[in-house]
Every structure is written in structure tokens, then in C-alpha cells.
């Protein structure tokens, strides 16, 4: 289902992590280093990705910093799912991948945020050596 947006709003209508967004974006972080950068995002269908997507296209709205996000996901339909219309900007795009593997993104960025992790406690608990193997070969393939 998915979840219908302001134009001025990166989340759901009257949620907290809009108005998080908000604050951030009005915190005294520097955004202006991003201004006109791309910006790859792993991970970005994860809580920790999808909330640093979303809070840099709210930097984009209320700064105009026209930042390039990259959002590198595995599943186009759950993406559909945590951005819903979002995906209509022409400052998102999606690279769909898996960062295990080699990733072929065709242009430059300036900056890499790798957010994408193993999240399933029992995986980490059952298998420590695989989920930090995860962690090695994806710093590889970036």
C-alpha cells in the first residue's frame, strides 16, 4: 500500500520521523558539503539507509542543495513500498544490486554511505564469520 505524501514531506502525513527530518535538516550540520554531489546510499531499503535517503531529499526540498541520491537496494518492490512516490524525484535514483557483488554504477560519487548490513539476529548469532564476511566483501565490491 502505499503511503500518500505532501509534496513537502518526505514520510507519511503527521509522523515522527518526518518531523525528525525536520529538525536535522534545521540542526547545525553541514549539508552545504553535498550541494550538487551524488550521494550512494547502500542499504537504502534498511531503517538506517531509508532515514539518510529520505533526510537528504528533505535537505534537497528545504535547501535546494540538489544532491544526487543513489539508493542501492536489492528489491525494487519493497523500495516501492518505503518510498513510494519519492521514487518520482529526479533527485532519487535507484541502483539495484547486490553489494556482495561487483557493483557496476556507470557515474561518479562523491560520497558513500554503506549503511547495508546483515539485520536478522539469529543469522548474526548462528553465523558471526558469515555476517562479517558480508561486512568485508561488500567494502570490496564499493
Known amino acids: 500500500m502505499e503511503r500518500h505524501l505532501k509534496p513537502e514531506e518526505e514520510c507519511a502525513e ?10 536535522i535538516i534545521n540542526s547545525n550540520i553541514d549539508f552545504e558539503k553535498y550541494r550538487g554531489r551524488t550521494v550512494f546510499i547502500t542499504g537504502a531499503t534498511g531503517f538506517i539507509g531509508s532515514s539518510l535517503t529520505k533526510s537528504l531529499l528533505c535537505a534537497n526540498r528545504k535547501k535546494n542543495l540538489k544532491i544526487h541520491i543513489v539508493a542501492a537496494i536489492r528489491n525494487k518492490e519493497k523500495a516501492r513500498k518505503i518510498y513510494g512516490v519519492l521514487l518520482n524525484r529526479s533527485d532519487l535514483e535507484l541502483y539495484v544490486g547486490d553489494i556482495t ?28 564469520v558469515c555476517h562479517n564476511q558480508v561486512h568485508r566483501v561488500s567494502l570490496r565490491c564499493l
Open 14 to 23: 503527521g509522523s515522527m520521523q518526518q518531523d525528525d527530518m525536520e529538525q
Open 101 to 128: 557483488e561487483e557493483i557496476r554504477y556507470e557515474d561518479n560519487a562523491d560520497y558513500i554511505f554503506h549503511t547495508a548490513s546483515v539485520t536478522a539476529s539469529k543469522m548474526m548469532v548462528e553465523h558471526p
